[in-house]
């Protein structure tokens, strides 16, 4: 391989360096920008769960009593028991488990939506913390209530105010901004979990649908392996029966209802059309620039060059090319990730997992997170981009190498 | 084939199908020999210059070229022998055209581990004796026809070559181009004893030569 050689041809050759170039590098950036926009969905299907810190979460559907009076369970979050909790803990690839207790209150003169929640646990909307926008956080051992702030301005709940939920009283020691912080877990008023953990038990209506011990739960957020999630699910839904909802981010994928994000097939054929596309093309490009130097060859051959010199500059030539191409290809995808992660995606919020009654204003609404796509290139996805660039070059160049090299000096040199 | 012959070939013939285009042809030359192979366009003399020079097979006969049997030798064992032993002068040039003057005359150096100032020293040095030296750097399209060959001259000497084989080289030249081309050919081969076998349809040219070979019908006349 001679260098010299080399760089005067592609640079003395500019139409012809410059298809092959462009060509490929067409073929390169779709390949980029495929894997990169299904990457991008498959990390915006994480981020509702990801915001109350789990990577799974767990609940079980049942009856809602016939008076609605009092703390009682929504019909999407029923009864978990606690020795249903203790198996989900031991299953191989859980790391961690955070409870929660949702409750709608129905009293005489307001309806709560109640949250318990578990303080120090980081796992699920302990996560609240960081969306306090007055006063503090819950503190151990005491009872007392946070209050969502829009729901304190709307119904003039003032901190230090002492609410009565259920007939027990608690002083309002906060507000949280739960819309800064997650679609899912949110109520009007969080409580300890004990407390609600109480309410849920004294309440006889509640208690008639779905029996309740004081250390049940009826939400689980489970930090879990990431390869082993879709497994855990399965085994979840197994535990605790078919009316178990368990949430994770394939199922958000599904909801998503792209083609990017509706399977790994998808993306796995359009990618592999993507490197026939772009071997197709660069075959193309440089099987027409080696046939028009069909002379040239017949002279390299005629003055000494052996078939191997030919081929190894020859492939040289396109492996440079495919190089040039591939980093054209990435240059072309970064720049489309940059302008597609100005994209809004909406990811609709399963209606089991939105905690209003759906009979009370706005319940029935479809919630929906919304966020912009994250797209980026990794740069493995870059190094691979690159690396089949040259594979594809390497391949290009011998194999039409081999072939050209074959022809017969006299064959070509008989002047015209 | 006598110890002076460098170049020998021995009932050559070449088929293409059915048609014979060289038909038991024997001829030799001797080292240091200006030849001229003569004759009318389609009577097979670019042909037996193929076969003679190891670019084509015969079909049958032998070419013996500096004491070795070329026919028996492998497509790559040609090309080295080539590059080692024989220089080539085209009619139509057949420079490469993204290459600068120097750079086609270095081009049977380009396989070969050497730096490429010694191969620029080398090329210069010959485009300098083919009055070329300011145009070393000029790419093809830039020369003039008679400098074009020059150029393809320089490019089978670079390897001091024991034989030279020049097919028309004058054809695409001008007469007075062509004299010129044709005095350096004649210097070469007083100067540096290179043999030369040279086609040409050209009574006029093969006048210079040693030895004046007529080819017609695949056939040596005289």
Request: one cysteine or more; charged letters at 20%.
């Amino acid at each position: 391989m001679n260098l010299r050689y080399m760089t005067k041809e592609l640079y003395y050759q500019k139409r012809r360096t410059l298809m092959s170039i462009l060509g490929l590098s067409i073929g390169i950036a779709l390949l980029i920008i495929l894997n990169s926009l299904s990457m991008a969905y498959r990390q915006a299907a994480h981020v509702p769960l990801k915001e109350i810190g789990a990577d799974i979460t767990v609940q079980r559907s049942g009856d809602v009593p016939k008076e609605l009076a009092g703390p009682v369970f929504p019909c999407s979050a029923v009864t978990i028991r606690k020795e249903e909790v203790e198996k989900i803990q031991k299953l191989p690839g859980v790391r961690g488990v955070g409870t929660g207790l949702l409750l709608w209150v129905f009293d005489p003169n307001r309806a709560w939506v109640v949250l318990g929640i578990e303080k120090k646990n980081s796992i699920g909307p302990s996560i609240l913390r960081s969306s306090v926008t007055a006063g503090r956080f819950l503190e151990d051992g005491k009872p007392e209530a946070l209050v969502e702030e829009a729901y304190a301005r709307q119904f003039g709940i003032k901190l230090n105010d002492s609410i009565s939920v259920a007939d027990k009283r608690f002083p309002v020691v906060g507000f949280v901004d739960a819309s800064r912080a997650a679609k899912i877990a949110v109520a009007n008023v969080y409580l300890p979990i004990t407390e609600a953990q109480n309410l849920a038990a004294s309440s006889k209506e509640l208690q008639s649908v779905s029996p309740f011990n004081p250390e049940d739960v009826n939400l689980l957020f489970i930090k879990a392996d990431q390869e082993k999630i879709t497994g855990l699910a399965s085994e979840m839904k197994g535990i605790l029966g078919n009316k178990a909802t368990v949430a994770t981010p394939d199922s958000f994928l599904k909801l998503l209802g792209s083609l990017f994000a509706l399977s790994d097939k998808f993306t796995l054929a359009a990618s592999l059309i993507a490197i026939i596309v772009a071997v197709l093309i660069a075959f193309k490009t440089m099987a027409g620039n080696i046939a028009e130097r069909a002379r040239e060859i017949g002279v390299l051959k005629a003055v000494g060059w052996t078939n191997r010199n030919v081929v190894s500059q020859l492939m040289s030539e396109s492996v440079i090319q495919c190089f040039m191409a591939g980093i054209l290809g990435l240059l072309i995808a970064l720049v489309a990730a940059f302008g597609l992660s100005f994209m809004k995606v909406n990811i609709p919020i399963p209606w089991e997992m939105s905690p209003t009654p759906h009979f009370l204003p706005g319940g029935g609404d479809q919630i929906f997170k919304t966020l912009r796509l994250p797209v980026h290139v990794p740069w493995n996805l870059a190094f691979f981009a690159i690396l089949l660039s040259v594979i594809i070059g390497g391949m290009t160049g011998g194999l039409l190498g081999r072939h050209i090299s074959k022809i017969k000096p006299s064959e070509v040199l008989r002047h015209d | 084939m006598t110890e002076s012959t460098i170049l020998s070939g021995t009932n050559l013939s070449k088929k293409y199908d059915t048609l014979e285009v060289v038909k038991g042809v024997s001829l030799a030359v001797n080292a240091g020999e200006f030849v001229c192979l003569v004759g009318k366009s389609g009577c097979g003399k670019t042909t037996l210059l193929s076969l003679l020079s190891g670019l084509e097979k015969p079909t049958s006969g032998k070419v013996n070229l500096d004491g070795r049997d070329i026919t028996a030798s492998s497509e790559d064992e040609l090309a080295l022998f080539r590059r080692d032993n024989v220089g080539f002068i085209f009619q139509s040039f057949n420079l490469i055209p993204t290459l600068s003057a120097w750079e086609n005359v270095a081009l049977p150096l380009f396989p070969i581990k050497m730096t490429s100032e010694e191969r620029r020293k080398r090329a210069t040095e010959l485009l300098g004796k083919m009055e070329l030296g300011p145009r070393i750097e000029h790419l093809p399209s830039a020369l003039s026809g008679g400098e074009k060959q020059r150029v393809a001259i320089a490019r089978a000497l670079i390897n001091n070559p024991k034989i030279i084989f020049a097919d028309e080289p004058t054809g695409n030249l001008d007469s007075s181009t062509g004299e010129a081309i044709m005095d350096i050919l004649n210097r070469l081969h007083k100067e540096k004893g290179v043999a030369i076998l040279m086609v040409t349809h050209e009574d006029e040219l093969a006048k210079t030569a040693n030895r004046l070979i007529r080819m017609k019908d695949g056939e040596i006349m005289s």
